[in-house]
């Protein structure tokens, strides 16, 4: 769920053009972009800022102070109203790894990383709070291991769909 500088040394260059590449679909279906921002600490405040070469469409950006965007008050209750209001989506991205793509405010799409942290605890939360989720693998950072898969795993019992098949792994 975040794309921040402190982490993008473990993933493959590759994946900020990947989420890119979600943020432009996503503009260009006329969905709002959000961006997530992890809080850190304010001596490594320059580390939890957006990965370099991240596209930043919108203005739209919050702070979460945990690993799920759902942590973040205000952005749950910027979900609430575009479902209220029947809104074009959103798109929320973590300073660091990641993006959530809220397409009519009925849908969440989750990339960036990390896919096994931030991605599945956002993606758990939405489940949770009555959100269809999407991750695609493709566009997800993560470390391959035994935590990534038991991430995997249980995204898709919650009812996830999960999508693409790489994740950075």
Known sequence: ????????????RGLVERVNAQIRGAKSAGAVVVYMRNKGTEQEAEAYGFAEGLDVISDHIFTKVKQSAFSCPEFVMFLDECHQTGGNGAHAQTAGSGETQVREAEEIRI????????????????????????VDLDAVGAVADPYLEEA??????????????????
């Not at 990339?111 to 999407?134: F, I, N, S």
């Not at 995997?152 to 919650?158: G, Q, T």
């Open 152 to 169: 995997i795993r249980k995204m898709w019992e919650a009812g996830v769909k999960i999508t693409g098949d790489r994740g950075d792994r």
């Open 1 to 12: 769920m975040d794309m921040q500088k402190k982490y993008m040394h473990l993933y493959d």
């Open 111 to 134: 990339v960036g990383a990390d896919g096994r942290v931030c991605v599945p605890e956002t993606a758990l939360d939405a489940v949770k709070h009555g959100y269809p989720v999407t």
